[in-house]
């Protein structure tokens, strides 16, 4: 039986780009993450679903949501903001559906059996200890800790609560009402910075620097019986597929591979101004390393990539904006690392066995 919380389904990740290297064709593709630049608030933000203070106003919007896999449209818009100040990081979802509604009211239940908005925080980028925030239509919440994801068999905290969180549902149309044709729903969020501060330790707000961050929508297709709304069933019984919609497609029908999620900048400047920020060269390469981590873990390719060098496990070198890098393959008594010297920062890029993501100095 599927997890319920893994939400994965069987795909062919996409990668068919074609990189030239002293005329040797090699496979590298690599879906960009999309980006976002969130300011700082004008005004105290009242959570109350709605878009009313000035700083919402001003803020951009994200955007639109896709199919997870990034091959095509949603069938209902939606689209995010964020801002924050001193106390929050807050989120702002306009969410479009002609039938609004939700059945589940009590927290931390599996929130994506109903129609949901969801937010994944990774802020260290390392793939590990990263969060998960669920709610429906009802405002009810599902907020989850994971240590790492389910391909490392990581720990999932279902207990686990943002401390402090404040959130609004306002319906754009009437809640659970077959009889009318509603516009849609908004989400408001807020949640403390405090939530990644360490016990006796002082929060630090990520002040022009960036998180990775992903969201999801799931949609689910209905039946209705004397008035009420449910999932739908195929002729088997079987519950139909869910629809996944996302801000920065993942490739794969899998939020938990952190690698793909979106970069939010935390820019210093108040909302409405000209504010830019472009993703580092080495998170390029560190979506390559992914790439040969994940084929790694499938038998059938971890036979074709490596080949020895020098004495050591070398996939073919790679072009990326421009330079050479050179991907390493060292085995040991624990398992496994992947890892390159970036050509740009003279850092060690590193994906351990376990998946997490690290930089050394040289």
């Not at 990668?15 to 999309?34: E, K």
């Not at 720990?155 to 402090?164: A, N, P, T």
């Not at 969180?165 to 403390?192: C, F, K, Q, Y």
């Not at 998170?283 to 992914?290: A, G, P, Q, S």
Request: glycine share 6%; net charge neutral; charged share 25%.
């Amino acid at each position: 039986m599927k997890s319920p919380y893994s939400k994965l389904k069987n795909s062919t990740t996409l990668f068919l780009l074609f990189a030239l290297y002293f005329g040797c064709i090699s496979l590298y593709a690599q879906n960009v993450p999309r980006s976002y630049v969130a300011q700082n608030t004008i005004e105290t933000i009242q959570i109350d679903g709605k878009m009313e203070e000035t700083s919402w106003k001003k803020a951009k919007w994200s955007q639109v949501f896709k199919d997870i896999e990034g091959d095509k449209a949603a069938t209902y818009q939606t689209r995010v903001k964020m801002v924050w100040d001193t106390e929050y990081l807050y989120f702002l979802a306009e969410i479009k559906e002609p039938h609004v509604w939700a059945t589940l009211k009590q927290r931390d239940t599996i929130i994506f059996y109903n129609n949901d908005f969801e937010i994944f925080i990774d802020p260290e980028g390392d793939t590990h200890n990263y969060f998960e925030y669920e709610m429906n239509a009802l405002n009810t919440i599902w907020d989850l800790f994971l240590s790492k994801p389910y391909r490392n068999k990581g720990r999932i905290l279902g207990g686990w609560d943002f401390k402090g969180l404040r959130s609004a549902v306002h319906i754009n149309g009437t809640l659970n009402n077959p009889s009318d044709i509603d516009e849609g729903w908004t989400v408001e969020i807020a949640i403390p910075w405090s939530f990644v501060t360490e016990p006796g330790g002082k929060t630090v707000i990520p002040k022009n620097k960036y998180w990775r961050i992903n969201f999801s929508r799931v949609n689910w297709d209905f039946d209705l019986k004397n008035g009420r709304y449910s999932r739908k069933k195929d002729s088997s019984g079987k519950y139909l597929h869910e629809h996944n919609w996302v801000w920065s497609p993942q490739g794969v029908i899998n939020m938990h591979e952190p690698e793909h999620w979106g970069y939010v900048y935390f820019s210093s400047d108040k909302v409405g101004a000209d504010s830019n920020f472009k993703i580092p060269e080495d998170e390029h390469i560190k979506w390559y390393l992914y790439k040969l981590f994940r084929d790694y873990r499938d038998e059938n390719q971890r036979k074709t990539i490596w080949k020895s060098i020098d004495g050591r496990l070398q996939s073919d070198a790679k072009i990326i904006l421009g330079k050479s890098v050179f991907p390493i393959l060292e085995k040991n008594a624990f398992g496994f690392d992947i890892w390159a010297k970036s050509p740009f920062t003279n850092k060690k890029l590193v994906i351990h066995n376990d998946g997490k993501f690290e930089t050394y100095e040289q």
